[in-house]
């Protein structure tokens, strides 16, 4: 989150503005109800070119703003149909109601049924369909070509909590990748939608954070793919004698090394960005890999997509072990902890053929497996730690079982013939 609100957020002000991620964000109304930022210049533009958001200003213009087409599209709400009304028009709205019945009004348009047989969560408002309605409803305000502002005081202008543990983080990351696959696979894909008032590298924006679920496929098989290779005696990466193995020894620092400057740049510590990378790698293996399973359910009709409300921190953990991982019966621990035996019985094969006096084989075909596969167990510690640990801060005895068969699976079909 920092690197996104010290770097990224920051570029996309260059662009048409920061994503709207739900929290610490003003929005003008006119931008929730669907009235593009020049309107003047769509009075004479054919309806059928507008996007649903802008069509929506079109249709309400045709109209001359009558109570009725306001009333269709934001609700049966005469005192919300004026307001809008003044908005759309430009001019000054006059309250002519009591407070009491002000209250009154309010509470009848914040109902859950008011929304029934309206625009609301389609063409206006917060968007509906996905579990990042935030984001959605950012991509809407900029289809209409709005242009957002990233503004970051030195004095923290909202103050809020995260989730407090491993287990909770995760969860929260599940459902805002499941919204953010939704919005890909949906008509609001970035790459659809030639007529939208949106720039080009807007849309790659959108697109880059959209398909983060697919970061969790290639990610797996790199995971596994260096071990299994370690298991059938195989080798796919240069050894440390061939002149290759030094363009791949400078990709491997170099990017490490970026990731780590970036940090120390916004004043992070190692630590801080050590954490950061064995958090992404244990994200793209859970959370990411289960929100490209659940979008698919979605896509079959099989399931529908929930959104999970997730618990924040409270400040009651137990101080000697606030950092550490908590674990539970979860779904989204069996990958991760597969992932960790495969790597695990991968450094056992290589070390034994180290010991037994094959070196040359070692040094020449499996060197580069061994230390990819050695740097996989180090990221995923917190599981280490797991697995001799008991209680809330153990992996449950299901879950090590389910990995445990599901990793022997995988090693029986590579293990290497002696």
Request: a positive charge; proline letters at 4%.
């Given at each position: 989150?920092?690197i996104?609100?010290?770097?990224?957020?920051?570029?996309?002000?260059?662009?048409?503005g920061?994503?709207y991620?739900?929290t610490?964000?003003?929005?003008?109304?006119?931008?929730?109800?669907?009235v593009?930022?020049?309107?003047?210049?769509?009075?004479?533009?054919?309806?059928?070119?507008?996007h649903?958001h802008a069509?929506?200003?079109?249709?309400l213009?045709?109209s001359?703003?009558?109570?009725?087409?306001?009333?269709?599209?934001?609700?049966?709400?005469?005192?919300?149909?004026?307001?809008?009304?003044?908005?759309?028009?430009?001019?000054?709205?006059?309250?002519?109601?009591?407070?009491?019945?002000?209250?009154?009004e309010a509470?009848?348009?914040?109902?859950?049924?008011?929304?029934?047989?309206t625009?609301?969560?389609?063409?206006?408002?917060?968007?509906?369909?996905?579990?990042?309605?935030?984001?959605?409803?950012?991509f809407?305000?900029?289809?209409l070509?709005?242009?957002?502002?990233?503004?970051?005081?030195?004095?923290?202008?909202?103050?809020?909590?995260?989730?407090g543990?491993?287990?909770?983080?995760?969860?929260?990351?599940?459902?805002?990748v499941t919204?953010?696959?939704?919005?890909?696979?949906?008509?609001l894909?970035?790459?659809?939608?030639?007529?939208?008032?949106?720039?080009?590298?807007?849309?790659?924006?959108?697109?880059y954070?959209?398909?983060?679920?697919f970061?969790?496929?290639?990610?797996?098989?790199?995971a596994?793919?260096?071990?299994?290779c370690?298991?059938?005696?195989?080798?796919f990466l240069?050894?440390?004698?061939?002149?290759?193995?030094?363009?791949?020894?400078?990709?491997?620092?170099?990017i490490?090394g970026?990731?780590?400057?970036?940090?120390?740049?916004?004043?992070?510590?190692?630590?801080?960005w050590?954490?950061?990378?064995?958090?992404w790698l244990?994200?793209?293996?859970?959370?990411?890999?289960?929100?490209?399973?659940?979008?698919?359910?979605?896509?079959l009709r099989v399931?529908?997509?929930?959104?999970?409300?997730?618990?924040?921190?409270t400040g009651d953990?137990?101080?000697?072990?606030?950092s550490d991982?908590?674990?539970?019966?979860?779904s989204l621990f069996?990958?991760?902890t597969?992932?960790l035996?495969?790597?695990?019985?991968?450094?056992?094969?290589?070390?034994?053929?180290?010991?037994?006096?094959?070196?040359?084989?070692?040094?020449?075909?499996l060197?580069?497996?061994?230390f990819?596969?050695?740097w996989?167990?180090?990221?995923?510690?917190?599981f280490?730690?797991?697995?001799?640990?008991?209680?809330?801060?153990?992996?449950?005895?299901?879950?090590?079982?389910?990995?445990?068969?599901?990793?022997?699976?995988?090693?029986?079909?590579?293990?290497?013939?002696?």
């Amino acid at each position: 989150m920092k690197i996104f609100l010290s770097t990224l957020a920051r570029g996309m002000d260059g662009l048409q503005g920061a994503i709207y991620c739900g929290t610490g964000c003003f929005h003008r109304r006119k931008t929730l109800y669907g009235v593009p930022p020049a309107a003047d210049q769509y009075n004479n533009k054919d309806g059928r070119n507008f996007h649903n958001h802008a069509k929506v200003f079109h249709d309400l213009k045709t109209s001359s703003w009558s109570l009725e087409a306001l009333s269709n599209t934001f609700g049966p709400s005469s005192a919300l149909a004026a307001s809008v009304q003044t908005v759309m028009r430009d001019t000054q709205y006059i309250v002519h109601s009591s407070p009491s019945s002000a209250i009154d009004e309010a509470l009848n348009v914040a109902s859950c049924c008011y929304e029934t047989n309206t625009a609301w969560g389609k063409e206006v408002g917060w968007m509906y369909g996905s579990t990042v309605e935030d984001v959605m409803t950012g991509f809407k305000i900029h289809c209409l070509g709005w242009h957002s502002v990233f503004c970051i005081p030195e004095q923290p202008a909202f103050l809020g909590t995260a989730p407090g543990n491993g287990l909770d983080s995760l969860v929260q990351m599940r459902r805002w990748v499941t919204g953010l696959l939704e919005i890909f696979l949906s008509k609001l894909c970035p790459f659809l939608g030639i007529d939208r008032d949106i720039m080009v590298r807007q849309r790659m924006v959108y697109a880059y954070f959209t398909l983060w679920g697919f970061l969790s496929v290639a990610t797996f098989f790199y995971a596994i793919l260096p071990a299994l290779c370690l298991l059938s005696g195989k080798s796919f990466l240069p050894g440390i004698s061939n002149p290759a193995f030094a363009i791949a020894a400078a990709l491997f620092v170099s990017i490490y090394g970026f990731k780590l400057f970036e940090f120390l740049r916004i004043g992070g510590s190692i630590r801080e960005w050590w954490n950061n990378q064995r958090m992404w790698l244990i994200q793209c293996l859970s959370p990411f890999l289960l929100a490209m399973f659940d979008v698919l359910m979605k896509l079959l009709r099989v399931s529908e997509t929930v959104f999970v409300v997730t618990p924040k921190g409270t400040g009651d953990e137990d101080d000697d072990c606030e950092s550490d991982f908590t674990f539970d019966s979860s779904s989204l621990f069996i990958i991760p902890t597969t992932v960790l035996f495969i790597n695990l019985a991968a450094i056992v094969s290589g070390s034994v053929i180290f010991v037994a006096g094959r070196y040359h084989i070692f040094r020449d075909k499996l060197f580069a497996e061994y230390f990819c596969s050695l740097w996989v167990v180090i990221n995923l510690w917190p599981f280490v730690k797991g697995l001799v640990r008991k209680g809330k801060r153990g992996i449950p005895w299901n879950v090590v079982m389910k990995s445990a068969a599901l990793a022997l699976i995988l090693c029986s079909s590579t293990w290497r013939q002696n």
